[in-house]
C-alpha cells in the first residue's frame, strides 16, 4: 500500500526551527521528485519546495528561500523540510506529496508543476509565542 506520512509538526516561537519528515511506504521515492505544501486556515495550498529525483536539485518559494532547506536520504525512503527562522505565517499543515504519472495538476514553486494522485494527513506546524 503506497502511503506517504508527514511527521516532525508542533509549535514553536518565532525565529525557532523544526524539522519535518515525509516517510514513504510501499514505494521507492528513489525515482520521483517530492514536494512539500501547506495549506494555513482559510487560504488555499501553495507549494513550499521540491526536490528533484534525479539531480537532487532543489526549488524554494520565494517566501520560504533562505529560510528552509529540503533534503532526501534514499536509504531510509525519506524526506526532510528544514525548517529555520520561523515566522507566524509559516503557520499551516504541511504536506508532503510525489510526482506521479498521473494525478492533480498542482503548482509547486516557479514553473514546476506535479500530478499528485495522493496527499497524506499532514502534519501541523504553529508558529506562536
Known amino acids: 500500500q503506497v502511503q506517504l506520512v508527514e511527521s516532525g509538526g508542533g509549535l514553536v516561537q518565532p525565529g525557532g526551527s523544526l524539522r519535518l519528515s515525509c516517510a514513504a511506504s510501499?514505494?521507492?521515492?528513489?525515482?520521483?521528485?517530492i514536494g512539500w505544501f501547506r495549506q494555513a486556515p482559510g487560504k488555499e495550498r501553495e507549494g513550499v519546495s521540491s526536490i528533484s529525483s534525479s539531480d537532487g536539485r532543489t526549488y524554494y518559494a520565494d517566501s520560504v528561500k533562505g529560510r528552509f532547506t529540503i533534503s532526501r536520504d534514499n536509504a531510509k525512503n525519506t524526506v526532510y523540510l528544514q525548517m529555520n527562522s520561523l515566522k507566524p505565517e509559516d503557520t499551516a499543515v504541511y504536506y508532503c506529496?510525489?510526482?506521479?504519472?498521473?494525478?492533480?495538476?498542482?503548482?509547486?514553486?516557479?514553473?514546476?508543476?506535479?500530478?499528485?494522485?495522493?496527499w497524506g494527513q499532514g502534519t501541523q506546524v504553529t508558529v506562536s509565542s
Open positions: 506529496a510525489i510526482d506521479s504519472p498521473t494525478g492533480e495538476l498542482v503548482s509547486v514553486v516557479a514553473e514546476i508543476y506535479f500530478h499528485v494522485s495522493y
Open positions: 510501499g514505494f521507492s521515492l528513489d525515482y520521483y521528485a
